[in-house]
């Protein structure tokens, strides 16, 4: 498994990413994007995806934003998922925390031009 969490994005955008994986990784699991929180505190959007060697391939996903991602979980998993959102979006490292068995990444995804 690996848990995403978007931040620094509008709800729009974190249900596009979301949708993407879903179809990229398609899964029982409901994955939904909550109701933007009130006030004006920032959202952080987690799900948690079961990324296969057989994923459906996606193509670009249109973002009004720039959105944070960060993926957290076994090496393997991170790395499918990884491949997935840069079929879909323009994605740029921000850094990478690894484990001994799992790792951390944090991205930044953007419209795929």
């Not at 799900?47 to 670009?60: K, N, S």
């Amino acid at each position: 498994m690996v848990t995403v969490s978007l931040t620094g994005t509008s709800r729009k955008d974190a249900a596009t990413v979301f949708g993407m994986l879903r179809t990229a990784f398609p899964t029982d699991l409901h994955v939904g994007v909550p109701e933007d929180p009130p006030g004006s505190r920032p959202a952080v959007w987690t799900a948690e995806f079961a990324p296969a060697d057989d994923r459906i391939p996606t193509g670009p996903a249109p973002l009004d934003g720039q959105v944070s991602a960060t993926l957290q979980g076994g090496c393997l998993a991170v790395d499918l998922l990884r491949e997935a959102l840069d079929a879909a979006f323009a994605v740029q490292e921000r850094g990478t925390a690894p484990g001994d068995q799992e790792k951390e990444v944090d991205l930044r995804l953007g419209a795929k031009r």
